[in-house]
């Protein structure tokens, strides 16, 4: 095992990697910019680094920077965390120069997955499968209507370098396709500095499936099973669950051995999720591969008992996974709310600034992680998560009434938070029948200034 890793990232996820880092006897190197002077995580670490200006580009995603701390820090390898250089196979490409392990899966790999084109043609090739499109990227107009004929109206053109819903068009005619086809490669190269798309049959009212997957370098590959992450607004995930009450054991079994497929056919090494979409008939599609641990990591630790950033920390120092498929048993039923620092009522507008109170619940079955204290500043300058609200429960009513108890004993004063937002989630009868799809937030709370429509 290494004896010192540095952590790229901040707030609640580097909290997190230091805790793991803690129980393995690691030593840490936490990194700062300048808005983060006061961040909690920078008294559980063993060392602080102060890595640039509060701006992203300048600190959290600067390359010098980070490759010089963590050579000014004496450690053997980075954690990256999620966002920020996650998935930047340059960056772990220079890790691995500098001798420095990355904490991730090897940059061939993050590329091969991180262009969607290519990671579909991957799926195909492994037997996964894919909705129905085109066979790599789309070149032009006419090969854009013939791919869409082919595969039926309405189509989704997508960025292959895209994600997170940007470089993204539906169209449902001929006319919208070349419109669409246009507007994302546009889009993709302003964003992504590559215009190449690729077009799928568009899957209406599905549901997000995502499947946690481990990989280590002696050929084993398990998958931890699902999480269901359907409550989605603008693509970004409010609630994550798991297992998914969507699917039957059945499909359980395909899911989890499509996902293993995959991550065999991408060499993954590591920890990684392989996401799905499942139609209301229950078929289900593979979209996208994320080549880091996610936020919602946490709902599959709490339903196996495994500790993810552990697993990934062994396995990058080159261990073997330490247990087996049949090894993975899940139990109970686990749900997570992300608390941001976000007004639901004004269109969900960042709300930084001083945290007046900060008192979290607890008690039987919640588990909070947060950076989050009575007396932090929030930066502007950084995304609005302040905290995950966890539960895990042996059923999945008893998760909900735990949750609503838990967000019920939750204080925060000062910005306002996404908690009212959960609570009526919760008790929306879509939800609580676990009938709701990626739809939902959409069609029930997108009404400005209000906290949605009734149940
Ligand atoms: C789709 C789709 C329907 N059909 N692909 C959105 C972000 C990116 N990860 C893929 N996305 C979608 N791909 C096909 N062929 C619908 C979405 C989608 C979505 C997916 C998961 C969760 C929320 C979503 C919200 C809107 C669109």
Same mark, same amino acid.
């Given at each position: 095992?290494?004896? =010192?890793?540095?952590?790229?990232?901040?707030?609640?996820?580097?909290?997190?990697?230091?805790?793991?880092?803690?129980? #393995?006897?690691?030593?840490?190197?936490?990194?700062?910019?300048?808005?983060? *002077?006061?961040?909690?995580?920078?008294?559980?670490?063993?060392?602080?680094?102060?890595? +640039? /200006?509060?701006?992203?580009?300048?600190?959290?995603?600067?390359?010098?920077?980070?490759?010089?701390?963590?050579?000014?820090?004496?450690?053997?390898?980075? !954690?990256?965390?999620?966002?920020? $250089?996650?998935?930047?196979?340059?960056?772990?490409?220079?890790?691995?120069?500098?001798?420095?392990?990355? &904490?991730?899966?090897?940059?061939?790999?993050?590329?091969?997955?991180?262009?969607?084109?290519?990671?579909?043609?991957?799926?195909?090739?492994?037997?996964?499968?894919?909705? /129905?499109?085109?066979?790599?990227?789309?070149?032009?107009?006419?090969?854009?209507? =013939?791919?869409?004929?082919?595969?039926?109206?309405?189509?989704?053109?997508?960025?292959?370098?895209?994600?997170?819903?940007?470089? @993204?068009?539906?169209?449902?005619?001929?006319?919208?396709?070349?419109?669409?086809?246009?507007?994302?490669?546009?889009?993709?190269?302003?964003?992504?500095?590559?215009?190449?798309?690729?077009?799928?049959?568009?899957?209406?009212?599905? =549901?997000?499936?995502?499947?946690? &997957?481990?990989?280590?370098?002696?050929?084993?590959?398990?998958? #931890? +099973?699902?999480?269901?992450?359907?409550?989605?607004?603008?693509?970004?995930?409010?609630?994550?669950?798991?297992?998914?009450?969507?699917?039957?054991?059945?499909?359980?079994?395909? $899911?989890?051995?499509? *996902?293993? =497929? @995959?991550?065999?056919? *991408?060499?993954? !090494?590591?920890?990684?999720?392989?996401?799905?979409? #499942?139609?209301?008939?229950?078929?289900?599609?593979?979209?996208?591969?994320?080549?880091?641990?996610?936020?919602?990591?946490?709902?599959?630790?709490?339903?196996?008992?495994?500790?993810?950033?552990?697993?990934?920390?062994?396995? *990058?120092?080159?261990?073997?996974?330490?247990?087996?498929?049949?090894?993975?048993?899940?139990?109970?039923?686990? &749900?997570?709310?992300?608390?941001?620092?976000?007004?639901?009522?004004?269109?969900?507008?960042?709300?930084? +600034?001083?945290?007046?109170t900060f008192v979290a619940?607890?008690?039987?079955?919640?588990?909070?992680?947060?950076?989050?204290?009575?007396?932090?500043?929030?930066?502007?300058?950084?995304?609005?998560?302040?905290?995950? #609200?966890?539960?895990?429960?042996?059923?999945?009513?008893?998760?909900?009434?735990? @949750?609503?108890?838990?967000? +019920?004993?939750?204080?925060?004063?000062? /910005?306002?938070?996404?908690? /009212?937002?959960?609570?009526?989630?919760?008790?929306?009868?879509?939800?609580?029948?676990?009938?709701?799809?990626?739809?939902f937030m959409e069609r029930?709370?997108?009404?400005?200034?209000?906290?949605?429509?009734?149940?």
């Amino acid at each position: 095992m290494f004896g =010192r890793v540095l952590i790229a990232n901040r707030g609640e996820i580097a909290q997190r990697i230091i805790r793991a880092c803690r129980e #393995l006897g690691v030593e840490t190197v936490a990194v700062y910019s300048e808005a983060d *002077a006061d961040a909690l995580y920078l008294r559980q670490a063993d060392e602080t680094i102060c890595i +640039g /200006p509060a701006a992203g580009g300048a600190s959290y995603l600067n390359i010098p920077a980070i490759i010089s701390a963590a050579e000014v820090g004496d450690v053997e390898a980075i !954690h990256p965390g999620y966002g920020f $250089l996650a998935e930047n196979a340059h960056f772990a490409e220079v890790c691995n120069e500098c001798r420095i392990h990355f &904490i991730g899966p090897d940059p061939k790999t993050i590329a091969a997955v991180g262009n969607k084109a290519n990671a579909r043609a991957l799926a195909i090739e492994a037997d996964v499968p894919v909705v /129905p499109g085109s066979d790599g990227p789309v070149a032009d107009e006419d090969q854009a209507s =013939r791919v869409a004929r082919e595969t039926g109206y309405p189509v989704i053109i997508k960025a292959s370098s895209g994600g997170g819903g940007r470089g @993204m068009r539906v169209a449902h005619n001929e006319p919208s396709l070349i419109n669409g086809f246009h507007a994302a490669r546009s889009e993709a190269l302003a964003a992504f500095g590559d215009d190449t798309v690729y077009i799928e049959h568009f899957v209406e009212n599905p =549901r997000h499936i995502e499947v946690q &997957i481990l990989g280590d370098r002696d050929g084993h590959v398990i998958h #931890l +099973g699902e999480r269901d992450c359907s409550v989605q607004r603008r693509h970004q995930k409010l609630i994550e669950e798991a297992p998914s009450h969507a699917i039957n054991a059945e499909q359980r079994l395909e $899911l989890g051995a499509a *996902a293993v =497929r @995959m991550a065999r056919a *991408a060499g993954y !090494h590591n920890a990684g999720t392989v996401e799905f979409l #499942l139609d209301p008939g229950g078929a289900f599609y593979f979209i996208e591969v994320n080549a880091r641990i996610q936020v919602e990591h946490t709902v599959t630790e709490l339903v196996t008992g495994v500790d993810l950033i552990q697993q990934q920390l062994l396995l *990058a120092s080159g261990e073997s996974l330490g247990f087996a498929q049949e090894d993975v048993v899940t139990r109970g039923h686990a &749900i997570e709310c992300r608390i941001n620092a976000e007004d639901p009522t004004k269109n969900f507008q960042p709300s930084p +600034g001083l945290v007046e109170t900060f008192v979290a619940p607890g008690g039987p079955g919640v588990r909070v992680d947060s950076h989050c204290y009575g007396g932090y500043r929030i930066p502007p300058n950084y995304d609005s998560m302040i905290g995950k #609200l966890l539960v895990h429960r042996n059923t999945r009513p008893e998760a909900i009434r735990t @949750m609503l108890r838990a967000l +019920g004993e939750f204080v925060i004063e000062g /910005p306002a938070t996404t908690i /009212p937002i959960h609570r009526n989630v919760l008790a929306h009868t879509d939800f609580v029948r676990a009938t709701h799809d990626t739809g939902f937030m959409e069609r029930y709370f997108s009404q400005p200034g209000s906290l949605g429509v009734g149940s």
